[in-house]
């Protein structure tokens, strides 16, 4: 079971309140992409959850278990970096089956669970290269390799895939979400680029300050945002924000007599329109 609960968890570095409260909820098996701008302490709840970083207060919850001060290696996760975290004096097999040696796991079992695993990612040409001799694509599949050989339901990734360039990117997104997928895998994914988080997630948590603005699926957050920075922020180019008056006879566009919606409120509004929703206007 990969569900994972975070309880009022708050992370204060010196006088700097990165996370002042956060409570979530993630569903064993989802994908959830963690997104928003840069400095919206996305990444520190990562390590939050990872055990690189212990919370000021609050608790977190790895599959019901509380395991807010245990340590990375207690919390039954993989993890996948932006650089890869390779070691380069080995070759694929001897990293990918790096931790699976260093618990003591029978060499018996180590070689059937590398065969499985490299199968999997279509590293078993491979094997015997360092990785100097591979490709940035090849050595992402080689950390993903070396997070899921554990048999470890939970999978944190740090911006994995912003390295590569945008043809591999792609490819590599429509990888993780089949292997996620296949596996039944709980996957937190950190990333600033909104195209992976719509495409590849179950649900999108999109933060600002430090603080939860808005859980949704990709559709949902896309065509109903629930806050006016979730309108500005996702999409490229994002909404379009009108700003709107009340008069007798309908909602105006602000400074202006223009009325283009029923009066639906007493006070100010923010009209928001996709580009894709406008159109130009037919005949003479």
């Known amino acids: 079971m990969g569900a994972i609960s975070l309880r009022q968890v708050r992370k204060v570095f010196g006088e700097t309140i990165v996370i002042p409260s956060i409570d979530l909820e993630i569903t064993d098996g ?18 939050v959850i990872a055990g690189l970083e212990i919370p000021d207060s609050g608790a977190v919850y790895i599959a019901g278990n509380e395991v807010t001060k245990l340590p990375p ?25 790096f931790g699976l040696k260093l618990r003591g796991t029978p060499k018996a079992e180590r070689q059937q669970r590398l065969d499985e695993t490299v199968e999997l990612l ?40 912003s390295n590569l360039d945008a043809i591999l990117r792609q490819e590599m997104r429509n990888e993780l979400r089949v292997l996620q997928t296949s596996l039944n895998l709980t996957v937190i994914y950190v ?9 590849m997630s179950d649900q999108v948590i999109l933060m600002r300050e430090g603080a939860v603005d808005q859980v949704a699926s990709a559709p949902e957050i896309y065509r109903r945002p629930a806050t006016l ?20 006879s309908g909602m105006a566009i602000a400074g ?8 639906i409120a007493d006070e100010p509004l923010k009209l928001g329109i996709r ?10």
Request: glycine share 8%.
């Open 30 to 47: 989802e994908f959830v992409v963690f997104v928003g701008p840069s400095g919206c302490g996305k990444s520190t709840l990562l390590r």
């Open 229 to 248: 920075f979730a309108a500005s922020f996702i999409g490229a180019p994002p909404a379009n924000l009108i700003a709107l008056e009340p008069r007798d």
């Open 122 to 161: 279509e590293l078993v040409p491979y094997l015997g290269r360092k990785p100097s001799q591979l490709s940035g694509g090849q050595q992402q599949r080689v950390a993903l390799g070396r997070a899921i050989i554990s048999g470890r339901q939970v999978i944190l990734m740090d911006e994995p895939l």
């Open 73 to 97: 290696a207690a919390r039954m996760i993989g993890m996948v970096f932006q650089n890869y975290a390779l070691f380069p004096h080995l070759n694929v097999a001897e990293n990918i089956l």
């Open 275 to 284: 580009p894709e929703d406008l159109r130009e206007p037919q005949g003479d």
């Open 256 to 263: 202006t007599d223009q009325i283009i919606l029923p009066r």
């Open 191 to 199: 990333t600033h680029d909104q195209a992976e988080a719509l495409s």
